[in-house]
C-alpha cells in the first residue's frame, strides 16, 4: 500500500514559479513510476509529466522548458518545479505511483491558481 500526500499549491501570478512536492509512504517509492497530473474544471485529466524509476522523464508538450520534474527515493519525495506559470497551468494537480505492474496509487491533489 502507497500513499501520497502532495503539497505546494497555492495563488501565483503570471510568470511566477511553484515547486510541488509528493510525499510517498512505504519501501516501494523507488520502483515505482512518479506522474504528475492535472485537472482543469470541466476538463479531463491530462498527464502533464513523468519520471521512471530509472529517471527518464517525460513532459507534455505545453510543459516543456518550464516544467521540471524529479524525484529524491532518500526521502522518498518527488517534485514538480514550475516555472513561467500561465493562467492555463491553473488546475488540481494530482500525483499518481505507478508500480511495475501497472497498478496506481492517488494523491488527494493541490489546487494551483496563476492570475493574470
Known amino acids: 500500500q502507497v500513499q501520497l500526500v502532495e503539497s505546494g499549491g497555492g495563488l501565483v501570478q503570471a510568470g511566477g514559479s511553484l515547486r510541488l512536492s509528493c510525499a510517498a509512504s512505504?519501501?516501494?517509492?523507488?520502483?515505482?513510476?512518479i506522474e504528475w497530473y492535472r485537472q482543469a474544471p470541466g476538463k479531463q485529466r491530462e498527464l502533464v509529466a513523468r519520471i521512471s524509476s530509472g529517471g527518464v522523464t517525460v513532459y507534455l508538450t505545453s510543459v516543456k522548458g518550464r516544467f521540471t520534474i524529479s524525484r529524491d527515493n532518500a526521502k522518498n519525495t518527488a517534485y514538480l518545479q514550475m516555472n513561467s506559470l500561465k493562467p492555463e497551468d491553473t488546475a488540481v494537480y494530482y500525483c499518481?505511483?505507478?508500480?511495475?505492474?501497472?497498478?496506481?496509487?492517488w494523491g488527494q491533489g493541490t489546487q494551483v491558481t496563476v492570475s493574470s
Open positions: 499518481n505511483a505507478r508500480t511495475l505492474d501497472n497498478y496506481s496509487y
Open positions: 512505504g519501501n516501494t517509492f523507488s520502483s515505482n513510476a
